[in-house]
């Protein structure tokens, strides 16, 4: 298999990461992930990860409290979950580097952009956490600042639907799947692919962006590879 991309940012969903459980991390979901991973890694492919933490906490979601804090609660649990891919990846033989945008020593690298380069340029996986270490951006404006920082060739963003729709699938059974999007289709129809600050620094970027479900995770070597799953923004 030839991959269609050379080095690439994947955001995971926290809450894909919970799989069955639908909170917390389901570490059986995890080791399918970083088995997928290592396809990629093992065709040459130089693989960054940025990762959610909705299966623990969400800033947005705090109800009453001071959403600074709150944010930086939802940073921590960003960390909880670069912890846990890292250990999944080494486990099925991958070398990872975990960096978090707020400084904890003791557990991972201060993330430094050229280090992060460096260590890909290596073959190693860098998780990034802590999102962009600052509240009121999400983890998916993480994702678009990474990938820009590091230029990445694209964002795949796994997550629990299977593609970008016109409204809920959930809820509406006749909600209708884009094959392909612009970012300004997604600015301008407000689609929720990724929040507004993100959608528009991949714009801004010209970052690619692939959604897909990550309920099957042999769905990133087949996005590697350049089979058509998912909706395509560009």
């Avoid at 933490?53 to 709150?70: C, E, L, P, V």
């Avoid at 990938?147 to 809820?171: C, H, L, Q, R």
Wanted: charged share 25%; proline share 3%.
């Amino acid at each position: 298999m030839e991959p269609k991309f050379k080095r690439v940012l994947i955001k995971l969903s926290g809450e894909a990461l919970a799989g069955s459980k639908k909170t917390g991390i389901d570490f059986d979901t995890v080791l399918k992930v970083a088995e997928q991973i290592k396809i990629c890694v093992d065709m040459g492919v130089e693989v960054a990860v940025v990762v959610g933490g909705g299966n623990f906490w969400r800033g947005r979601s705090s109800g009453q409290m001071d959403r600074t804090r709150a944010d930086h609660m939802g940073m921590l649990a960003t960390v909880i979950n670069s912890l846990g891919i890292a250990d999944g990846l080494e486990q099925v033989g991958l070398d990872v580097r975990v960096q978090t945008a707020i400084e904890m020593r003791q557990i991972a690298e201060p993330y430094i952009r050229n280090k992060a380069v460096r260590h890909l340029e290596k073959g190693r996986v860098v998780v990034f956490g802590c999102g962009t270490g600052n509240p009121f951006f999400s983890t998916d404006t993480a994702a678009a600042l990474r990938a820009a920082e590091i230029e990445a060739d694209v964002i795949f963003k796994a997550t629990n639907v299977d593609g970008v729709y016109d409204s809920d699938p959930k809820t509406n059974p006749d909600a209708k799947k884009y094959d392909e999007l612009t970012h300004a289709d997604v600015l301008a129809q407000d689609l929720h692919v990724m929040d507004s600050t993100a959608a528009s620094l991949c714009r801004d970027n010209k970052i690619e962006i692939l959604v897909f479900n990550l309920d099957r995770p042999e769905n990133i070597v087949k996005a590697m590879v350049g089979e058509k799953i998912g909706t395509l923004v560009k």
